[in-house]
């Protein structure tokens, strides 16, 4: 084996020198870039965790508005069940209420002509009976027909003015009154006081109090009484209209099937 000399160690030296500071200087550059290719996957990771969590974030928030709108869909679905039986029970009621405006109807088409058969038949009545209150009772006839042809005036309140009026003429016959009025003696009237006892007696008294008189409903005329009963007709005047106490008193009356 050949001895190396001096100078080639000293080159070998040198080169393995220049050698080694080649390589250091190629592992730094390769530190350096391997460095930054660190600092590029760590920037790049965080920017996709930040998306993942800004994913996440939004993800959460699709969720919540997902349960929310599924509550409130429930809710708006319990509510509608509720709106449609509501609108079901008023549809039924706007059906049974179509049916009783029909029966209505129909219950018209036989109430009026009767309405209208009571007034005659009341009227009739009036003409025949006792003529206490007379033209007060006419009056009331007269106002009937006018609201019975009188389009603001409702059926049944039509109906309910005749029924009063049909109560009203059942009192005359059980309520003991006085009043003031023009009694027609065939050829002459005169203002004279009335007073009837139901429909037993009506009798009348001028107003001096001299002449007194008794109707009688089947002559349908008036007949002049005698003198003893001109003090108890004017008692019982004043007994009607309260300013004596109510008494015995002594009143003409024309017994059943009397002459």
């Known amino acids: 084996m050949s001895k190396v000399s001096k100078k080639s160690l000293i ?3 040198m080169v393995g020198a220049l050698a080694l500071t080649a390589s250091n200087f190629a592992a730094a550059d390769a530190l350096t870039d391997l460095q930054k290719a660190e600092a590029k996957i760590f920037k790049a990771s965080a920017k996709s965790q930040a998306k993942i969590n ?9 969720l919540g508005e997902y349960r929310n709108t599924i509550d409130e869909a429930d809710v708006l679905r ?8 509501m609108v079901d029970d008023q549809k039924a009621n706007i059906v049974s209420l179509q049916k009783q405006i029909d029966g209505i109807d129909k219950i018209k088409q036989g109430v009026v002509p009767l309405m209208y058969k ?3 038949s009341l009227e009739k009545f009036i003409e025949l009976d006792v003529p206490m209150n007379i033209d007060r009772r006419k009056e009331r006839v007269a106002n009937l027909r006018n609201v019975m042809d009188d389009s603001n005036v409702t059926v049944s309140e039509q109906f309910r003015l005749v029924l009063e009026a049909y109560e009203i003429e059942a ?12 009694i027609d003696l ?14 037993i007696a009506l009798v009348a008294q001028s107003l001096d109090a001299k002449h007194s008189w008794l109707w009688n409903n089947e002559t349908r005329s008036w007949e002049e009484l005698g003198d003893e009963y001109l003090k108890p007709i004017t008692d019982a005047i004043r007994m009607a209209r309260k300013q004596l106490p109510p008494d015995l008193t002594k009143l003409p009356v024309f017994a059943a099937g009397a002459k």
């Not at 800004?54 to 699709?62: A, H, K």
């Not at 009192?171 to 023009?182: H, V």
């Not at 050829?187 to 006081?193: F, K, S, V």
């Open 118 to 120: 009571m007034i005659d």
């Open 11 to 13: 080159a070998s030296a």
């Open 186 to 199: 065939g050829g002459r009237t005169l203002t004279a006081d009335f007073v009837h006892m139901g429909r």
């Open 78 to 85: 319990g509510y509608n069940d509720h709106v449609q039986r």
């Open 171 to 182: 009192g005359y016959g059980t309520i003991f009154d006085a009043y003031q009025g023009e």
């Open 54 to 62: 800004t994913i996440y974030e939004q993800t959460q928030d699709l």
